[in-house]
């Protein structure tokens, strides 16, 4: 008997396994199957991993390209009313900590993207900002919302070396989180460039923008893999005092 898989594993959906089975049974390969559903190939790849929950768009494709077949219409079904879990909205999210509201907003944004960065290999994010711990705080923040989407994460520290098992997480991951590779160690470096050859994303943080970077190599990969996001802290204006200070109370009341 196959034993079950852990409770944090994700299960593929029944309706990608079955209807991958029975694409088989027609002579279709993945790439067939993604060509008739008019998408990549990779998008089943990740929904056949559990990687990714099928999204309302995909379901569509799914069923006006099979809606005469009963046994696919049936699947479509259970999925909607056994197998789908509403995944929070990133919206929903808790606003990150001590940063303005446009930082918030590009950070949710990479995060209701995601999916699509993941499968078409797009970019990271490079944060940067002189605030030490709340770069440290928005990463750590960053590694919660991923969790709360259900998507797994590495956090690292690129100043402290990677041991092999942590290394291989980091290169299994969907998403890298690095903190602090102004401290870049070559074991953390090493990391980078086998995710880059993999082409996966990796969020960075550091005190110093990518330009700084030593390594050409390293510099190239960062500037080209990542956007650059400034993380500063959010201050309300103070209340402007008059040059010569308060008013005083008589001439409050002319």
């Known amino acids: 008997m196959r034993p079950s ?13 079955e209807l991958l089975a029975l ?3 027609w002579g279709w390969n993945v790439q067939d199957l993604a060509r008739e559903l008019g998408v990549h ?20 494709r799914i069923a006006r390209r099979f809606r005469n077949d009963r046994t696919i219409r049936d699947l479509v079904w ?11 909205a990133a919206d929903a999210l808790p606003t990150p900590p001590r940063v303005p509201d446009p930082v918030a907003s590009s950070l949710r944004a990479y995060l209701a993207g995601f999916s699509d960065v993941s499968v078409h ?16 705080a928005t990463l750590r923040w960053l590694q919660a919302a991923f969790t709360q989407q259900r998507i797994e994460t590495c ?33 953390a470096a090493d990391v980078l460039r086998r995710r880059a050859d993999l082409v996966r994303p990796v969020i ?17 990969i960062l500037t080209s893999t990542t956007r650059l996001l400034e993380v500063a ?16 109370a008589e001439s409050k009341q002319q």
Not at 41 to 60: D, E, F, N
Not at 80 to 85: D, I, M, S, T
Not at 204 to 220: E, K, N
Request: without cysteine; charged residues 25%; proline residues 15%.
């Open 233 to 248: 802290s959010f201050d309300p204006a103070p209340i402007p005092t008059p040059p010569h200070g308060p008013l005083p």
């Open 78 to 88: 259970h999925y909607l009313a056994v197998e789908y879990e509403e995944r929070p």
């Open 121 to 136: 290999g797009g970019r990271g994010l490079y944060l940067v900002g002189s605030d030490a711990p709340l770069l440290s």
């Open 5 to 17: 898989p852990p409770d944090d594993v994700q299960r593929p959906p029944r309706l990608i396994t």
């Open 41 to 60: 190939r990779t998008t089943i790849v990740h929904q056949r991993s559990g990687r990714h929950a099928l999204k309302t768009a995909m379901l569509a």
């Open 204 to 220: 960075v943080s550091s005190m110093q923008p990518p330009t700084t970077i030593a390594d050409p190599y390293l510099r190239r």
């Open 23 to 25: 694409a088989k049974d």
């Open 155 to 187: 956090l690292l520290r690129a100043d402290r070396p990677v041991s092999p098992s942590e290394a291989r997480a980091a290169l299994a991951a969907p998403i890298l989180l690095l903190e602090r590779v102004d401290f870049l160690r070559d074991s």
